[in-house]
């Protein structure tokens, strides 16, 4: 079995300040692991992904986030943040076709 | 890109009454999922779907849900009598292989009323 851990329900963080969302996950065989982002009353857009390779993974809008085995991490980062970044974002794991295990998602504040 | 696409966007419904969600995966994939987001939670689990028959199913689908690929291109979810605590955003997904990623549609908003 897979499960996801978002221990921050809510970040806020000042814009053009830095931001790392994180996540940890749990499985017994490899996973591939995701950041997805919803902004409110809309649905879930990828951000990044992680199936193989670099364990350093560039996403859209400035986001990129890095895997570490032994630690069991996929954290979220962002150098700089903006207004438009204000959204929740739901780390999650897969494993070949199997279904998609979310976190319980992390809210992202970005104050002016 | 080719994308998933759902319909309808939004559902309001009498709790009792049937509905059914359609999607329309990417035209190659093979395998098929739902999802629900219930308002301010994460998103679960319901459903995958693979040759014609569940693959795997979550404790939250129950008798009163079901899946069905009745043509080519379509894919549905019905829930046959409709409680409150239905309504949620459902999510529908589809994925080609073993090494891609499951791409999601934008929602179905479910009211029961």
Not at chain 1, 65 to 72: D, L, R, V, Y
Not at chain 2, 62 to 75: K, M
Request: one cysteine or more; glycine letters at 6%.
């Amino acid at each position: 079995a897979q499960s996801v851990t978002q221990l921050d329900s809510q970040v806020p963080v000042f814009e053009e300040a830095p931001v790392e969302l994180r996540c940890n996950y749990s499985s017994s065989v490899s996973v591939y692991l995701f950041w997805y982002v919803q902004y409110p009353n809309q649905g879930l857009q990828l951000l990044l992904k992680y199936l193989s390779g670099s364990t350093l993974v560039k996403g859209i809008n400035g986001f990129e986030a890095e895997f570490n085995k032994s630690q069991t991490s996929f954290h979220l980062r962002k150098p700089s943040v903006h207004i438009s970044d204000t959204a929740e974002y739901f780390c999650a794991v897969s494993w070949g076709y199997q279904k998609v295990t979310f976190g319980t998602g992390t809210k992202l504040q970005v104050i002016p | 890109e080719p994308e998933v696409t759902q319909t309808p966007s939004h559902q309001v419904t009498q709790m009792g009454q049937e509905v059914i969600l359609r999607c329309v995966p990417i035209s190659n994939h093979l395998y098929f999922y739902w999802y629900r987001q219930i308002l301010g939670q994460k998103v679960e689990f319901l459903v995958s779907f693979y040759n014609n028959e569940i693959s795997e199913k979550s404790e939250i689908f129950d008798d009163q849900f079901s899946v069905e690929r009745p043509d080519g291109s379509n894919f549905t979810l019905k829930i046959r009598s409709t409680k409150l605590e239905d309504s949620a955003m459902y999510f529908c997904a589809s994925v080609q292989g073993a090494s891609d990623t499951q791409y999601f549609g934008p929602g179905t908003r479910l009211t029961v009323l």
